[in-house]
Nanobody, 124 residues
Framework: QVQLVESGGGSVQAGGSLRLSCAAS????????MGWFRQTPGKEREFVAA????????YYTDSVKGRFTISRDNAKNTVYLQMNSLKPEDTAVYYC?????????????????WGQGTQVTVSS
């Protein structure tokens, strides 16, 4: 199991950019698929992006394709979410998550580890 800590959230105007980071503890980070999720008050947590551990394959929800990029640096035990062309509807608490099963990360089901979340606020 890995412990996750997100950082990089903040406030930005529409059209701006932010980069979220998720630092993981543990020696087997490179064997975990990683994902980013977001949640707004009164709504269920939503899948945003995922990256596999074996070939670095990436997956995105439709609303962020072409604007967000997920990447990982296994040497630093860190996964990133580069968010460009931000919109007010991207406002949410963003969470990173880890699991050895990529399919589970994409579905957001019964994941091994979750971070505490970081707030992203996009103003119009």
């Amino acid at each position: 199991q890995v412990q996750l800590v997100e950082s990089g959230g903040g406030s930005v105007q529409a059209g701006g950019s932010l980069r979220l980071s998720c630092a993981a503890s543990g020696r087997t980070f490179s064997r975990y698929a990683m994902g980013w999720f977001r949640q707004t008050p009164g709504k269920e947590r939503e899948f945003v992006a995922a990256i596999g551990w074996s070939d670095g394959s990436t997956y995105y929800t439709d609303s962020v394709k072409g604007r967000f990029t997920i990447s990982r640096d296994n040497a630093k035990n860190t996964v990133y979410l580069q968010m460009n062309s931000l919109k007010p509807e991207d406002t949410a608490v963003y969470y990173c998550a880890a699991d050895k099963r990529l399919g589970a990360v994409i579905r957001g089901l019964d994941l091994t580890s979750w971070g505490q979340g970081t707030q992203v606020t996009v103003s119009s």
